[in-house]
C-alpha cells in the first residue's frame, strides 16, 4: 500500500516523519562552547535522569523498534486521527447530542487508543466505560483518565479483546473507531463482532452500525505517468519488474473531485449489529456510467459510516467530494488507460478477501470491462493491501 508524495502517512509512515521531527543535529563542542553553563546543567539533569531522580515520561524508553512492531504505540499515529477533526466532531456530536443512549449504560469501547470516546462517553453520563486497548497507549490512557478525573468511571484494560475478560457479564454500549484504509484494511471488524458477540446485552447498540463502500473512477494520467509510468525507463535502465509491483498496491491519497470521470456506486453496505465475520468477504458487481467524455487510469474506493440509532441520523463519508479524512480515498490503477465516452459503462465485479497469511492484510480481485465506441477492453487485476 503506498501514498502520493506529500500526502499524510500511514502508522508506520507517520512514525517515520514523527521520530525524524524529533531529531537535532547539533555539534555538541560547539553547543558547549556557547554556552558552558547550560551544557554543565545539562550534563547534571542526564545524570540526575540516569540515577532515577527525574519526572518519569510513560513511553520514553521506547525505540524505533517497538514502534515498526507496535505502531499504535506512538502518539503520532493518535495526533493524526484526534486532528481528524470529521472522524472525531462526528464522535463527540453523536455522543453528546444523544445522552439518552449513554446515559447511565455500561459502555465498551474497543481499540479506545489515547481513550477520547470513553472521555466523551463518561461526560455523556455513562455509568461505566471498558475502554480496551492492546497497545502501550493503553498506559497513556490511564493516566489521562486519571488527569480529567474519570479513574472512578473509566476502566482502561490492556490486552487484546480475543484474550481479556471483562468484570461485568454484558455491556449496554460498544463503541469503536474500528475502520481502516479501503474500510476494510487492519480487519480489526472482526474484533468488534467478536466482543458484540461475547458482551453485547440483548437489546444493545453498537456504534457505529452501517458501514458502506463505494466505487468510483478516475482520470490521473499526471499521476499514474510519475508513479507506475516511471519504472519504464529509469535513467536508462528498464525496470519493469517494479511497476508490477506497483501496480498491485493500492495508493492510499486524496483525490480532487474534478477528476471524477463516472457516477459513485455503492458497492457493500454492512450492518454490525447482525453481520457475521465471513459478511467482511464478498464479490460484489458494479456498472459505472461516463458522466463526461475522458480517460480513466483508476478506480476509487471510499466508505460513509452512519450511526442510525442516533436521535436523529448522524454520519460521515470519506468520498473525494466530502471534506478530507485521515482515511483519504483508495486508488487501483488500472493497466490499462480507458477511453469513454458521456453515457457509456465500465461493467465488473469486485472479490475481497483478508490475506491468508496475515488477515490484517486484504486481497483484491477486480475484474472490469467496457465496450465503448473509442475502446474495448476487458481484465482482471490483483490487488493487496499491505
Known amino acids: 500500500m503506498d501514498q502520493r508524495k506529500g500526502s ?46 527525574g519526572e518519569e515520561v510513560i513511553g520514553s524508553d521506547k525505540t524505533s523498534a ?29 455522543i453528546t447530542q444523544n445522552s439518552f443512549l449513554f446515559k447511565d449504560k455500561i459502555v465498551l469501547d474497543v481499540g479506545a487508543g489515547t481513550g477520547i470516546l470513553s472521555l466523551f462517553c463518561a461526560k455523556a453520563g455513562a455509568k461505566h466505560v471498558y475502554a480496551i486497548e492492546c497497545s502501550q497507549m493503553a498506559d497513556m490512557a490511564k493516566e489521562i483518565v486519571k488527569t480529567n478525573g474519570y479513574s472512578n468511571v473509566i476502566t482502561v484494560i490492556k490486552g487484546k479483546v480475543e484474550e481479556i475478560e471483562l468484570p461485568v457479564p454484558k455491556v449496554d454500549v ?16 472482526n474484533t ?22 463505494h466505487l468510483t473512477a478516475i482520470e490521473d494520467a499526471e499521476y499514474k505517468e510519475d508513479k507506475i509510468e516511471f519504472w519504464n525507463n529509469v535513467y ?9 509491483q506497483a501496480m498491485m498496491e493500492p495508493l492510499v491519497d486524496t483525490v480532487d473531485a474534478n477528476q471524477i470521470v463516472t457516477n459513485c456506486q455503492l458497492l457493500k453496505t454492512m450492518d454490525i449489529s447482525k453481520m457475521t465475520p465471513g459478511d467482511a468477504s464478498f464479490t460484489v458487481p458494479f456498472k459505472l456510467i461516463a458522466e463526461r467524455n475522458d480517460y480513466i ?12 440509532k442516533c436521535h436523529k441520523m448522524m454520519g460521515f463519508s470519506t468520498g473525494p467530494r466530502s471534506k478530507a479524512t485521515h482515511w483519504k480515498q483508495t486508488v ?10 458521456e453515457g457509456e459503462t465500465i461493467t465488473g465485479s469486485m472479490t475481497v478477501t483478508p490475506n491468508k497469511k496475515n488477515p490484517r492484510d486484504i486481497d483484491i480481485k477486480l475484474y472490469y470491462a467496457l465496450s465503448g465506441h473509442r475502446c474495448q477492453v476487458s481484465r482482471t487485476q490483483h490487488y493487496k493491501m499491505r
Not at 536508462?236 to 511497476?243: A, E
Request: with cysteine; aromatic share 12%; proline share 2%.
Open 192 to 213: 468488534v463482532l467478536y466482543a458484540r458477540d461475547k458482551w453485547l446485552a440483548d437489546g444493545g447498540v453498537v456504534l457505529p452500525d452501517k458501514a458502506s463502500l
Open 297 to 308: 487510469h483508476a478506480l476509487v474506493a471510499y466508505f460513509n459510516v452512519s450511526f442510525t
Open 332 to 341: 487501483l490503477y488500472l493497466e490499462d488507460v480507458l477511453t469513454i465516452c
Open 174 to 189: 460498544i463503541i469503536s473507531e474500528w475502520m481502516g484504509y479501503f474500510l476494510l484494511f487492519e480487519n480489526m471488524l
Open 66 to 94: 517497538d514502534y515498526y512492531f507496535d505502531s499504535y504505540s506512538h502518539f503520532g499515529i493518535h495526533e493524526e486521527m484526534l486532528k481528524d477533526v470529521v472522524r472525531t466532531k462526528s464522535y463527540q456530536n453523536v
Open 236 to 244: 536508462g535502465f528498464d525496470m519493469r519488474c517494479i511497476k508490477k
Open 8 to 53: 499524510g502517512s500511514d502508522a508506520n509512515g507517520g512514525l517515520a516523519e514523527a521520530t525524524a521531527s524529533r531529531l537535532r543535529f547539533e555539534d555538541p563542542d560547539e553547543v558547549m562552547e556557547e554556552n558552558p553553563a547550560a551544557a554543565a546543567a545539562a550534563a547534571a539533569a542526564g545524570a540526575e535522569g540516569e540515577e532515577g531522580g
